[in-house]
């Protein structure tokens, strides 16, 4: 059964203290593993899509990463303003083309 | 304009009430989507529209009805609803079904009382 799994499920940092966010996955298939980032009652915005393992996307204090089993996102001296919840889903490469997404990890930055 | 519009941005109705919540982009995608989202959780497929045509419907209960009326324009009819079914509704367009990158709106977050 595909799957998508994120730890941690809460982070506080201090603003400037680097992290990284983990997306574990099980998927037959994978088409393309996506992050996306949330502030609370909005909706989710695009971030970054991966499509093979040892591929890298960056944004600004952003880095994703993928391997053949997981994603990391990186983030380097974070800012008040990088808290959000950091959403992680994946698409199969055949079949339907339904997101799967993972619970998210909400990240709090404090000044 | 890189926007999808939703309204209303919040909505209370009662459990025998009908409402429609209206989901619009002038993107020129070809692909329409309504999530359900409960809070810390993630968005949950409900529906997709391609080419206005309807596509996938996630076994989601008849009190919810989908509406695609034209390329631009997407409508969740809402009757009869539970408690249960509060929760923010997310409308999606991506350019066409099988492309990626997802654009959200902003959402409308309903209360069933």
């Known amino acids: 059964e595909d799957q998508v799994t994120q730890s941690p499920e809460a982070l506080r940092l201090q603003e400037g203290e680097s992290s990284s966010l983990n997306c574990s996955y099980t998927?037959?298939?994978?088409?393309?593993l996506f992050w996306y980032r949330q502030d609370p009652g909005k909706g989710p915005e695009f971030l970054f899509t991966?499509?093979?393992a040892g591929e890298e996307k960056e944004k600004e204090r952003l880095k994703a990463t993928l391997t053949k089993k997981e994603s990391f996102l990186h983030i380097t001296a974070p800012k008040p303003e990088d808290s959000a919840t950091y959403l992680c889903a994946v698409r199969r490469a055949s079949g339907t083309y339904k997101y799967i997404f993972g619970t998210g990890t909400r990240l709090k930055v404090l000044a | 304009d890189t926007e999808v519009t939703q309204t209303p941005k919040h909505l209370v109705m009662g459990m025998t009430n009908k409402k429609s919540l209206k989901c619009e982009q002038h993107m020129g995608h070809r692909a329409m989507y309504w999530y359900k989202q409960k809070a810390k959780k993630p968005p949950e497929l409900m529906f997709v529209?391609?080419?206005?045509?309807?596509?996938i419907n996630e076994s989601v209960p008849s009190r919810f009805s989908p509406e695609c009326p034209n390329s631009s324009l997407l409508n969740l009819h809402l009757h009869a609803l539970q408690p249960e079914d509060s929760a923010l509704y997310l409308c999606a367009s991506s350019l066409g079904q099988g492309d990626e990158k997802l654009f959200f709106g902003s959402g409308t977050q309903l209360s069933v009382l």
């Open positions: 998927v037959s298939g994978l088409r393309g």
């Open positions: 991966l499509y093979s």
């Open positions: 529209y391609s080419y206005e045509k309807l596509s």
